[in-house]
């Protein structure tokens, strides 16, 4: 069972920077992804970016690329989540979540997320 916990959510104004931590603990995550996404009131999850935990290629959503960074540490078995010139349209709650390269996202494990909140 694997278990995912964010922290570094809060309240910064717009154009500042925040560093999203998610500690994972249960597995080996070697042959995991791990991923992380958004959710604002009203609106469908959606996906913003993924590291693979074996050789830390990413992927991201195209809106975030540039400004949003994932990144992992393999010896506290922590991603993060660096994001930059933040906008009041990133406020959201945030979800860090874990797969298998063999499943979806909905298959996967999901932590109970961490609000950003980025007032104008």
């Known amino acids: 069972q694997v278990q995912l916990v964010e922290s570094g959510g809060g309240l910064v104004q717009a154009g500042g920077s925040l560093r999203l931590s998610c500690a994972a603990s249960g597995r080996t995550f070697s042959s995991y992804i791990m991923g992380w996404f958004r959710q604002a009131p009203g609106k469908e999850r959606e996906f913003l970016a993924q590291i693979r935990w074996s050789d830390g290629d990413t992927y991201y959503r195209d809106s975030v690329k540039g400004r949003f960074t994932i990144s992992r540490e393999n010896a506290k078995n922590t991603v993060y989540l660096q994001m930059n010139s933040l906008k009041p349209e990133d406020t959201a709650v945030y979800y860090c979540?874990?797969?298998?390269?063999?499943?979806?996202?909905?298959?996967?494990?999901w932590g109970q997320g961490t609000q950003v909140t980025v007032s104008s």
């Open positions: 979540a874990a797969r298998t390269s063999y499943t979806g996202w909905n298959l996967g494990s």
